[in-house]
C-alpha cells in the first residue's frame, strides 16, 4: 500500500512585484492539490514566474503558505519548527553556494548543522565527490563540484524527501548528466521523495517519474 509521504490541500500563496515602482500583489499559486508518495519522483515543470520556486519554498517552510495546508507524513508542516523540518525536507538550489573554507569543512558543516550521524568519507562518496577534493578551497571548485557539495550537505541527515530547484540550470550539459545520475542514483539507494523543478523538456524526458506543469497557479499533469 502506497504512504502518502507530503500532500498539498487547496494551498495558495501570493506575492509583491514591483510594477513602474508600485508593489503589486500577485496570487502565484490558488488552491493547489498535490499527493506524493514515498519515493516517488516528480517533476514540476512551468515557465519563468510561475511560482515553481515559491513552491518548493512553501514545502520546507522558507516561506509560509497564505491558506491551505500542508501534510508532511499527515502532520501539519506548521507543527514543526522549521529548521527540525529541514532535517527532514532537505533542499538543493539552482546556484550552489559553498561556505568559507575547504571541501572538508563545508561537509563537516553540514553534518553539525542538521545533527545527522553520517561520516565524511561515506557522505562524500555518496556526493561523488572524491577525496583528494577535501582539503581543496570549495570557493575554487567547478561549478559542478560545488553542486555536489550542497548535495552532500543536503543530505548529511538522510532527510526523507528532497526538494530539488533547478540544480543542473546552472551547469554544462555534461555536468548537468552526471548530476542527474547523481540524483536518481541517490533516490534509488536512500528511497528518496523527490520534487524536481526544471524548465528543460530534454531533461524530463531523461529523468522520468511522474510529470507535472505549473499553470494558472495549479498542477496539472504534463505531456510532451
Same mark, same amino acid.
Given at each position: 500500500?502506497?504512504?502518502?509521504?507530503?500532500?498539498?490541500?487547496?494551498?495558495?500563496?501570493?506575492?509583491?512585484r514591483?510594477?513602474?515602482?508600485?508593489?503589486?500583489?500577485?496570487?502565484?499559486?490558488?488552491?493547489?492539490?498535490?499527493?506524493?508518495?514515498?519515493?516517488?519522483?516528480?517533476?514540476?515543470m512551468? =515557465?519563468?514566474?510561475? #511560482?515553481?520556486?515559491? %513552491?518548493?519554498?512553501l514545502?520546507?517552510? &522558507?516561506?509560509? !503558505?497564505?491558506?491551505?495546508? @500542508?501534510?508532511?507524513?499527515?502532520?501539519d508542516?506548521?507543527?514543526?519548527?522549521?529548521?527540525?523540518?529541514?532535517?527532514?525536507?532537505?533542499?538543493?538550489?539552482?546556484?550552489?553556494?559553498?561556505?568559507?573554507?575547504?571541501?572538508?569543512?563545508?561537509?563537516?558543516?553540514?553534518?553539525?548543522?542538521?545533527?545527522g550521524?553520517?561520516?565524511?568519507?561515506?557522505?562524500?562518496?555518496?556526493?561523488?565527490?572524491?577525496?583528494?577534493?577535501?582539503?581543496?578551497?570549495?570557493?575554487?571548485?567547478?561549478?559542478?563540484?560545488?553542486?555536489?557539495?550542497?548535495?552532500?550537505?543536503?543530505? =548529511?541527515?538522510?532527510? #526523507?524527501?528532497?526538494? %530539488?530547484?533547478?540544480?543542473?540550470?546552472? &551547469?554544462?550539459? !555534461?555536468?548537468a548528466?552526471? @548530476?542527474?545520475?547523481?540524483?536518481?542514483?541517490?533516490?534509488?539507494?536512500?528511497?528518496?521523495?523527490?520534487?524536481?523543478?526544471?524548465?528543460?523538456?530534454?531533461?524530463?524526458?531523461?529523468?522520468?517519474?511522474?510529470?507535472?506543469?505549473?499553470?494558472?497557479?495549479?498542477?496539472e499533469?504534463?505531456?510532451?
Amino acid at each position: 500500500m502506497n504512504h502518502v509521504h507530503l500532500e498539498l490541500k487547496n494551498v495558495s500563496k501570493a506575492v509583491f512585484r514591483k510594477v513602474n515602482n508600485t508593489r503589486v500583489r500577485a496570487q502565484i499559486l490558488g488552491s493547489l492539490d498535490l499527493k506524493v508518495n514515498k519515493g516517488e519522483l516528480v517533476t514540476i515543470m512551468g =515557465a519563468s514566474g510561475s #511560482g515553481k520556486s515559491t %513552491l518548493l519554498r512553501l514545502i520546507n517552510r &522558507l516561506s509560509e !503558505i497564505d491558506s491551505g495546508i @500542508i501534510l508532511f507524513n499527515g502532520n501539519d508542516i506548521r507543527s514543526h519548527v522549521p529548521m527540525e523540518l529541514r532535517r527532514k525536507i532537505g533542499m538543493v538550489f539552482q546556484v550552489p553556494v559553498t561556505f568559507k573554507g575547504s571541501v572538508r569543512d563545508n561537509l563537516v558543516f553540514g553534518i553539525k548543522l542538521w545533527g545527522g550521524n553520517t561520516g565524511i568519507e561515506t557522505l562524500s562518496r555518496d556526493a561523488g565527490i572524491p577525496e583528494d577534493l577535501f582539503d581543496a578551497d570549495a570557493g575554487q571548485l567547478s561549478i559542478g563540484e560545488k553542486q555536489r557539495v550542497c548535495i552532500a550537505r543536503a543530505i =548529511a541527515n538522510q532527510p #526523507g524527501i528532497l526538494l %530539488l530547484d533547478e540544480p543542473t540550470s546552472s &551547469l554544462d550539459a !555534461i555536468s548537468a548528466e552526471k @548530476i542527474e545520475k547523481l540524483l536518481l542514483g541517490l533516490q534509488k539507494e536512500r528511497d528518496l521523495t523527490i520534487l524536481w523543478v526544471t524548465h528543460e523538456k530534454e531533461q524530463v524526458e531523461r529523468i522520468g517519474g511522474r510529470r507535472l506543469i505549473l499553470r494558472g497557479g495549479r498542477l496539472e499533469d504534463y505531456h510532451a
